[in-house]
């Protein structure tokens, strides 16, 4: 689900000030550490302690403003430490055209920060002249698998970078649907070039919902694609006929079977830049920072794994 970020439609865009020096990783992407969202209310206390985290980030349509205090903080925040800038607002699967303004408006704020890493979600969001404060889900045809495409390339010549695609959370399917989620996203990653955010809640939350195996989801993705790891909470709740239904709030710790889930991942891939998201109910810095840690001591963990049986990761 979005947070409460909403989308600026009102002209000037975000002007291109000197790029925020300092932080490690930019050239070669975020730090295969773990990472949390940076919040307005941890800001000046991110700053007195500068805490040992391997990176922040923040949502994009937060800071598509001219000034303000947002700014402030974060050009401060980045002198220290490497930036994701994570995007809810291009509606990459809308039926019409990207709105150029809005990725304008992107530009310049990458521009403006260099963040190590740009994602986006495989949703769309936008209608004509009307926006949803929401992530809402996409056929899985050969129609929309051309319009998604035709996006990402467009976001990617405009960008002049990679971009990262996150797999999305879902509560209904579409019977039009002729691939799967997988196959549809392993499409996209081939025919564009762009990465994978992989969510793992995103893939508990959908799997439950849809009765569907994790661990077989996971097996089915291009996952030497995966530039990025999201992890977060999610809100149990029931459909009309009682089934469980889980709903992606990123409002509580994350539970321990997305945690295994990621240990799985870890495990195959080694070290992945690694992001705890909490956008509702954001609890103390000092929390964040504790769950950041157990990330961290996933990703420890499959190191010394991975020296004891001679498995070579490249950098990692």
């Not at 940076?38 to 403003?65: D, S, T």
């Not at 929309?144 to 999305?168: F, G, S, Y």
Request: aromatic share 6%.
């Amino acid at each position: 689900m979005p947070s409460s970020a909403s989308r600026s439609r009102n002209g000037a865009g975000v002007a291109s000030g000197a790029a925020a020096r300092g932080g490690a990783g930019r050239a070669a992407g975020l730090p295969r550490r773990a990472g949390i969202g940076l919040k307005p209310q941890h800001f000046r206390e991110v700053l007195a302690a500068l805490p040992e985290i391997g990176f922040f980030e923040v949502h994009a349509e937060n800071y598509m403003v001219d000034g303000g205090p947002f700014h402030h903080f974060l050009g401060r925040i980045r002198e220290h430490y490497p930036l994701s800038l994570h995007g809810v607002g291009l509606s990459i699967g809308g039926e019409g055209a990207l709105d150029e303004s809005h990725l304008d408006r992107l530009a310049a704020l990458i521009d403006r920060y260099e963040p190590a890493s740009f994602s986006e979600h495989l949703a769309w969001s936008s209608h004509g002249e009307t926006f949803y404060n929401d992530l809402l889900p996409l056929p899985y045809d050969r129609l929309t698998l051309d319009r998604v495409c035709r996006h990402i390339h467009r976001v990617q010549e405009r960008l002049q970078r990679r971009m990262l695609l996150e797999n999305p959370s879902t509560y209904v399917e579409f019977e039009s649907s002729t691939l799967s989620e997988t196959q549809f996203l392993r499409e996209v990653l081939r025919r564009t070039g762009c990465g994978l955010l992989l969510d793992v809640n995103n893939v508990h939350v959908s799997c439950t919902n849809h009765g569907r195996d994790a661990l077989a989801y996971l097996r089915d993705l291009p996952l030497e694609c995966v530039g990025e790891i999201h992890l977060a909470g999610f809100a149990r709740d029931q459909d009309a006929a009682g089934a469980p239904l889980l709903i992606d709030s990123h409002g509580s710790p994350v539970d321990d079977t997305v945690w295994a889930l990621y240990a799985h991942v870890i495990d195959r891939l080694g070290p992945v830049p690694t992001l705890l998201e909490r956008d509702n109910d954001v609890p103390s810095l000092e929390t964040l920072l504790a769950e950041a840690g157990r990330a961290e001591a996933v990703m420890t963990t499959a190191r010394a794994e991975a020296r004891r049986c001679g498995t070579y990761w490249g950098s990692a």
